[in-house]
């Protein structure tokens, strides 16, 4: 359960239960987490809403925000008995809300607070507790202020560091905080070095499982965020290639079980465009791939989906996708990836 080399990244409004039921189909290895959620949220909210998810999406991990020590720790003792494999603390997010509630990147300003809040998690749960944090604030930072920092958590029991490996600027939007600040995976590689007993995830900025791969010679694991939502099948390798697992399923595989799961969605009461939408770029970059996203985003309907689905599969029974392409299939050349889509 507890294999760091490749995750998603947490990602709020995207990393939803059903996006993550998706990227379980594409990689059974691949480590999911939630979106953030903030520990008020667990201790007083809709928990079920909030924190279901389906036992096929293990490994998982829970993101809570927050700033108090108790509450964090309570909020994690519920996560771990809920069935989570680990417990994750958001040192990243740098927006104005995360700041109005002294949550995320700006706790980063005060690293004995965050250790005391580690410390509370770590003591209330057995699953692993890591940290999501940035490099600093501000563009201040230097290396050896890092590795203090990274060795102060680790003084109160955190072994597990998934490290964006830019700077938090707070007076910037969060997408900007996405952008701008310049990226230092070495410094990321850095740590790995000098702190070989503890597991170093590094994030930010990778785009594809190659990379990913060239990282992982270097560091324990690697999150990937928006390259994985804007093309979920950039980890149509991962279980071959990471995992060692025999295993690389076609677009279609995984459209046809995500129609099965929309429908057992449904007769719970899911709104069909809550699963839909994170299905949107399954085919992306393959011919039909456009008419499929136009189709799902305008339909919004089981209808429309078994429409796009009727007319891909024609499309692939045309083009000549192998459904089951061997671990060495080429299934992008097959479907002539050079074409757009219609
Ligand atoms: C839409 C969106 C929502 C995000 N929400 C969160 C979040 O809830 N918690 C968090 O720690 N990071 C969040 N992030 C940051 C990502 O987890 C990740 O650190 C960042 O996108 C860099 O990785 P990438 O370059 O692979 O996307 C979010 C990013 C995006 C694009």
Known sequence: MNDFRLSVAPMVDR??????FLVRQVSRGVRLYTEMVVDQG??????????????EEHPIALQLAGSDPKDLAEAA?????LGYDEVNLNLGCPSEKAQEGGFGAC???????????????VGAVRVPVSAKMRLGLEGQETYPQLARMVERFAE??????????????LAFSTKANREVPPLRHGWVHQLKRDFPHLTLVLNGGVRTLEEAL??????????????????????AEADRRVFGLERRPSRLE???????????????????????????????????GRLWR????????????DQALGLLEKQVSQEGEEENPGPKGHPQAALGLAREGV
Request: charged share 30%; no cysteine; net charge positive.
């Open 156 to 169: 109160a029991g955190v072994r597990v560091f998934i490290v964006h490996a830019r700077s938090a600027l």
């Open 107 to 121: 706790l980063l300003q005060d690293p004995n607070r965050v250790a005391e809040i580690l410390k509370a998690m």
């Open 15 to 20: 990393t939803d239960r059903h996006f993550r």
């Open 294 to 305: 136009r189709l799902l985003s305008e339909g919004r309907s089981l209808e429309a989906l």
């Open 42 to 55: 667990v201790l007083r909210g809709n928990r079920k809403r909030l924190l279901a998810f389906r036992p």
């Open 77 to 81: 003792r519920i996560g771990e008995a």
């Open 254 to 288: 995984v459209a046809r079980r995500m129609r099965a799961y929309l429908e057992e969605e449904m007769e719970q009461g899911t709104p069909p465009w809550a699963v839909l939408r994170h299905m949107l770029n399954l085919f992306r970059g393959q011919p039909g």
């Open 214 to 235: 060239a990282h992982l010679a270097r560091v324990d694991g690697v999150m990937m965020g928006r390259a994985v939502y804007e093309d979920p099948f950039v980890l």
